[in-house]
């Protein structure tokens, strides 16, 4: 029977628990119904549902019946027994075991979903909103598009994009694997020297790490795009790149719309202020399209995202 909604609420229990880098923790989840998600792309972004004490199982699931507006019952519960509720990247899901992983990135106990996973154990419950795998409509929770014939593309973010850029990365890697390859750039910041991972050779890739230098999260990244060698496009438009947003206030969230004739694209996600920064470097300074440009805040220093 075809679902309903795109997203669905599965409740799952933590399985196995992959330390990978310092920074960086995959845990495996499963789930009795976990074999109906699914992910559409390597950025596929779900809610996770943590309870208010680690022992807490949200049970997200169990609460609701199939079709009800659960966000507006989730809004209306108090707030001292409400599940917190965090957007993150799916990094895996194999339903012929019932498994999905998400990748944490650690940042101790300044948050619910850190502290959570700093402290997860085989058997601790959570819930997550993710892609039901016979939804019939078009998809969406995601903006890796990629242009059909691309010659040039640009990764960047921090730690908190790192999940979707090594998923890209693996399917960049796997579609040119036959074919002729074209320029990818990465810029990645992490927090420590020991979070920077192997990448296929082909990827120019700068593993930008924090560690040992009084930078804002961010900086790093801006340093190095604007170091990099890129062509000034024709094409410039003054102040193309100013936002009528305030990313104290507002999630910035500026995504492509590439045409076929489009042979270059960049994808960004990091803390909003960076975000924008890049984002805005791209456009006035090297006169890129604003359509080929991909402009995610995925968090904002200071402030909570749910």
């Known amino acids: 029977m075809a679902a309903s909604s795109p997203y669905q609420l599965f409740d799952m229990v933590v399985k196995r628990r992959e330390q990978i880098t310092p920074s960086i923790v995959n845990v495996t989840f499963t789930g009795d119904n976990l074999d109906e998600a699914t992910t559409l792309a390597p950025d596929q972004r779900v809610k996770l549902f943590f309870g208010q004490e680690q022992a807490d199982v949200p049970a997200m699931a169990s609460r609701f ?14 707030v001292q027994e409400r599940p917190c509720m965090r957007t993150y990247t799916i990094r895996a ?20 979903a850190s502290r959570w996973a700093c402290r997860a154990q085989p058997g601790d419950g959570i819930s997550i909103s993710a892609p039901h795998r016979d939804y019939p409509g078009a998809p969406v929770g995601f903006e890796w598009k990629p242009p ?60 930008l790490p924090r560690e040992g230098l009084d930078c804002q999260y961010g900086e790093r990244l801006v340093q190095a795009l604007r170091m ?10 003054i102040g193309a790149a100013e936002l ?35 984002r805005r470097y791209l456009i006035d300074d090297r006169c890129i399209p604003k359509h080929q440009v991909s402009a995610m805040g995925y968090w904002r220093k200071g402030k909570v995202h749910q």
């Open 244 to 278: 009528a947003i305030d990313i104290d206030q507002d999630i910035l969230w500026d995504v492509s719309e590439l045409t076929p004739t489009d042979h270059f694209y960049a994808w960004i996600a990091s803390e909003s202020k960076a975000c924008l920064d890049m």
């Open 148 to 207: 059909t014939d691309p010659r040039h593309m640009l990764l960047i973010g921090d730690e908190t994009a790192l999940p979707a850029i090594m998923g890209i990365i693996e399917e960049l890697d796997e579609r040119y694997r036959q074919r002729a390859r074209p320029r990818v750039q990465a810029l990645i910041e992490v927090p420590l020297k020991a979070d920077c991972r192997p990448l296929p050779s082909w990827i120019e890739a700068a593993w």
């Open 228 to 237: 990099l060698s890129l062509e000034r496009q024709s094409y410039c438009q």
């Open 93 to 112: 899901v194999r339903p012929e075991h019932k498994e999905l992983d998400i990748e944490f990135a650690l940042h101790g106990d300044i948050g619910p």
């Open 65 to 78: 019946a199939p079709g009800e507006d659960w966000y507006a019952a989730y809004r209306k519960m108090p």
